[in-house]
């Protein structure tokens, strides 16, 4: 009987591993939305309803879709893409960035508007 206790403790923690996990604080791929900045020195994307700065590491495709779409360095963009989001850290050019988010796939890229992010600015 104690045995049978102890594997059905075991079974519920195992079946419960991410049980009460809030996705935004959570490690790891995910889709995120968001205002994405580049220029020399600068890969920076704040997601919708966060005030973090995240530094975005991308294949060169990333950048040539982005160059399109701008006309100066440091022009926002919206962004959707899909990656992989590190834990809270120091990240990019002179670690002004706490995550880091390694782009896997871009889902939407555009001239941001300032309703993006659901902001009536």
Same mark, same amino acid.
């Given at each position: 009987?104690?045995?049978?206790?102890?594997?059905?403790?075991?079974?519920?923690?195992?079946?419960?591993?991410?049980?009460g &996990?809030?996705?935004?604080?959570?490690?790891?791929?995910?889709? /995120?939305?968001?205002? @994405? =900045?580049?220029? *020399?020195?600068?890969s920076f994307?704040?997601?919708?309803?966060?005030a973090?700065?995240?530094?975005?590491?991308a &294949?060169?495709?990333?950048?040539?879709?982005?160059?399109?779409? /701008?006309?100066?360095? @440091? =022009?926002?963009? *919206?962004?959707?893409?899909?990656?992989?989001?590190?834990?809270l850290?120091?990240?990019?050019?002179?670690?002004?960035a706490?995550?880091?988010?390694?782009?896997?796939?871009?889902?939407e890229?555009r001239?941001?508007?300032?309703?993006?992010?659901?902001?009536?600015?």
């Amino acid at each position: 009987m104690r045995l049978l206790a102890w594997f059905l403790v075991i079974l519920v923690s195992i079946g419960c591993g991410g049980c009460g &996990d809030d996705p935004s604080t959570a490690n790891g791929s995910l889709e /995120v939305a968001g205002t @994405y =900045e580049g220029g *020399f020195e600068s890969s920076f994307f704040v997601p919708c309803g966060t005030a973090e700065t995240w530094w975005v590491e991308a &294949d060169p495709a990333f950048q040539q879709q982005y160059a399109a779409l /701008v006309t100066r360095d @440091y =022009e926002p963009v *919206f962004v959707r893409m899909r990656g992989d989001r590190s834990a809270l850290g120091t990240y990019g050019h002179q670690g002004l960035a706490v995550r880091e988010f390694v782009v896997k796939e871009v889902l939407e890229m555009r001239r941001a508007i300032s309703t993006d992010c659901g902001s009536q600015e």
